[in-house]
């Protein structure tokens, strides 16, 4: 096990609680049944420690459940917007600022105001519900990402980056005049919380502005990228978080923010523009989809909570502890020989599904069975990303099965102790020693249209588990 000072003290303390339960292994065979053999369609009381996601589910400050006491919940010009419009602009630096409930809200309004049937959307790997955005009104997306992504062993330290080679190509294939924008990540999600460089994303920027294509940013964990930039790369060790932040936003012509994940809060959103022309469009798509244009589906609370998130999410003492918990137990995972994505991401530890069930097809959704087999162990909820996640080709039908297929383990930001990693860490390495029992994978008994990992229910491929007899001991 690592050593005491491998895992840094908190900085914060703990000064509410809530209660968590621990459950038999009965009991929990039973709920995931109930749930069709999905840990999202769980009850959460009936979740030991929920790895699902981070996104929304982080504990918030005391300045932060101060800041809520001071919403105004005015409909129009609430003075709760210009707190939060002026904390966007002095972070990341975006002008226009307009509010969304979450981030696949401006997700949904960039894609509408942007792209048009027989489009092309480029970037750094997908998001499933960016894809599904994008989808839905035209768009074919291509990954441009370095071939690194795709290796969960490589230890490349900025596996978001985009192959310029595969850019250019992409453009000369399909021309500029069909590419309404390049939608990159930073960090790259599905990736397993990997980093794009300053220099890569600026040399992405030089080759989209020289082909009159746009960028947006995905900016939900940009802090925790700034926090790989700091580490990683040349030439900004001695720089800011906050610095690295803008440097980040700097050459990009717009974001699109969650702010249930870097910005420590558990609804909101915001789309950051440089263009007044396109800010004037997609406020007018707000007031139809989201609410007004200076509250955008968020309670004046929401916006001064997530206002004073983000002064939090680029505090150094902070950003450091958040990451060093996710490297804690991706440590110990990989020292029990736990196959991982390496090097470890900001949010989340990734386990490689196709190293730890190489019996189980991926037509039988390795990730998945594994996710189940987790959740069983000891009550641990994580989320499958590989080919549930992935979903259909809309012209083929076809299931879709990206190279990287692996259960996240995202850790949500402030919430869990040390004891609460070692537990997942035991029951992860506990599972994957017995992995051999596992010997039956998942098929649908129902398939949802979109964003399939969701709500989609399945059964055992064989019989009624996905354990030999006698289970796992």
Same mark, same amino acid.
């Given at each position: 096990?690592?050593?005491?000072?491998?895992?840094?003290?908190?900085?914060?303390?703990?000064?509410?609680?809530?209660?968590?339960?621990?459950?038999?292994?009965?009991?929990?065979?039973?709920?995931?049944?109930?749930?069709?053999?999905?840990?999202?369609?769980?009850?959460?009381?009936?979740?030991?420690?929920?790895?699902?996601?981070?996104?929304?589910?982080?504990?918030?400050?005391?300045?932060?459940?101060?800041?809520?006491?001071?919403?105004?919940?005015?409909?129009?010009?609430?003075?709760?917007?210009?707190?939060?419009?002026?904390?966007?602009?002095?972070?990341?630096?975006?002008?226009?600022?307009?509010?969304?409930?979450?981030?696949?809200?401006?997700?949904?309004?960039?894609?509408?105001?942007?792209?048009?049937?027989?489009?092309?959307?480029?970037?750094?790997?997908?998001?499933?519900?960016?894809?599904?955005?994008?989808?839905?009104?035209?768009?074919?997306?291509?990954?441009?990402?370095?071939?690194?992504?795709?290796?969960?062993?490589?230890?490349?330290?900025?596996?978001?980056?985009?192959?310029?080679?595969?850019?250019?190509?992409?453009?000369?294939?399909?021309?500029?005049?069909?590419?309404?924008?390049?939608?990159?990540?930073?960090?790259?999600?599905?990736?397993?919380?990997?980093?794009?460089?300053?220099?890569?994303?600026?040399?992405?920027?030089?080759?989209?502005?020289?082909?009159?294509?746009?960028?947006?940013?995905?900016?939900?964990?940009?802090?925790?990228?700034?926090?790989?930039?700091?580490?990683?790369?040349?030439?900004?060790?001695?720089?800011?978080?906050?610095?690295?932040?803008?440097?980040?936003?700097?050459?990009?012509?717009?974001?699109?923010?969650?702010?249930?994940?870097?910005?420590?809060?558990?609804?909101?959103?915001?789309?950051?523009?440089?263009?007044?022309?396109?800010?004037?469009?997609?406020?007018?798509?707000?007031?139809?989809?989201?609410?007004?244009?200076?509250?955008?589906?968020?309670?004046?609370?929401?916006?001064?909570?997530?206002?004073?998130?983000?002064?939090?999410?680029?505090?150094?003492?902070?950003?450091?502890?958040?990451?060093?918990?996710?490297?804690?137990?991706?440590?110990?995972?990989?020292?029990?020989?736990?196959?991982?994505?390496?090097?470890?991401?900001?949010?989340?530890?990734?386990?490689?599904?196709?190293?730890?069930?190489?019996?189980? !097809?991926?037509? &039988? +959704?390795?990730?998945?069975?594994?996710?189940?087999? /987790? *959740?069983?162990? %000891?009550? @641990?909820?994580? #989320?499958?990303?590989?080919?549930?996640?992935?979903?259909?080709?809309?012209?083929?039908?076809?299931?879709?099965? !990206?190279?990287? &297929? +692996?259960?996240?383990?995202?850790?949500?930001?402030? /919430? *869990?102790?040390? %004891?609460? @990693?070692?537990? #997942?860490?035991?029951?992860?390495?506990?599972?994957?020693?017995?992995?051999?029992?596992?010997?039956?994978?998942?098929?649908?008994?129902?398939?949802?249209?979109?964003?399939?990992?969701?709500?989609?229910?399945?059964?055992?491929?064989?019989?009624?588990?996905?354990?030999?007899?006698?289970?796992?001991?």
């Amino acid at each position: 096990m690592p050593d005491m000072t491998e895992y840094p003290p908190e900085p914060w303390r703990i000064k509410m609680v809530e209660p968590i339960r621990a459950t038999t292994r009965e009991y929990r065979e039973r709920a995931l049944r109930d749930a069709g053999w999905n840990p999202c369609l769980l009850r959460s009381e009936d979740v030991r420690v929920d790895l699902f996601t981070d996104s929304g589910t982080n504990a918030m400050s005391d300045r932060q459940w101060s800041a809520l006491l001071r919403g105004d919940e005015a409909y129009a010009g609430a003075r709760s917007f210009y707190v939060f419009e002026q904390a966007v602009r002095s972070y990341y630096g975006y002008e226009h600022v307009i509010p969304v409930h979450q981030g696949r809200g401006g997700e949904n309004i960039l894609s509408r105001c942007l792209i048009r049937p027989g489009t092309h959307i480029a970037g750094n790997m997908y998001f499933p519900s960016t894809l599904a955005h994008q989808e839905l009104n035209g768009a074919t997306f291509h990954d441009v990402i370095v071939d690194e992504a795709q290796d969960p062993a490589s230890e490349h330290p900025f596996k978001g980056n985009v192959d310029l080679g595969k850019l250019r190509a992409v453009i000369a294939e399909v021309g500029p005049a069909a590419m309404p924008y390049l939608s990159i990540a930073a960090t790259v999600n599905m990736a397993g919380g990997q980093p794009i460089s300053v220099a890569n994303l600026t040399e992405v920027c030089e080759l989209a502005h020289a082909n009159g294509i746009p960028v947006f940013l995905d900016t939900a964990r940009a802090v925790e990228n700034a926090w790989f930039v700091q580490r990683r790369e040349p030439g900004w060790a001695d720089r800011s978080i906050a610095e690295i932040l803008r440097a980040l936003c700097a050459p990009t012509d717009g974001a699109v923010m969650s702010a249930k994940k870097d910005s420590l809060a558990n609804i909101g959103g915001w789309i950051g523009l440089r263009d007044s022309g396109l800010a004037e469009r997609a406020r007018d798509l707000v007031l139809l989809f989201e609410g007004l244009h200076t509250y955008g589906g968020m309670a004046g609370r929401d916006m001064e909570a997530i206002a004073q998130g983000i002064a939090e999410s680029v505090d150094e003492d902070h950003i450091g502890a958040r990451v060093a918990q996710v490297e804690y137990l991706g440590r110990r995972l990989h020292a029990a020989g736990v196959p991982i994505i390496r090097p470890l991401g900001g949010h989340c530890v990734c386990v490689d599904a196709t190293a730890t069930l190489p019996h189980i !097809p991926r037509t &039988e +959704f390795t990730a998945q069975t594994l996710a189940a087999a /987790v *959740y069983l162990d %000891a009550g @641990i909820r994580g #989320v499958e990303r590989g080919g549930v996640s992935a979903g259909r080709d809309p012209e083929t039908g076809e299931n879709r099965f !990206p190279p990287l &297929e +692996f259960l996240r383990l995202a850790i949500p930001r402030r /919430v *869990y102790t040390r %004891a609460h @990693i070692d537990l #997942v860490a035991d029951s992860v390495i506990r599972v994957h020693r017995q992995r051999d029992r596992i010997v039956n994978g998942l098929a649908f008994s129902y398939e949802p249209d979109h964003l399939r990992f969701f709500q989609a229910r399945f059964k055992p491929t064989q019989g009624t588990s996905i354990f030999a007899e006698g289970g796992v001991e």
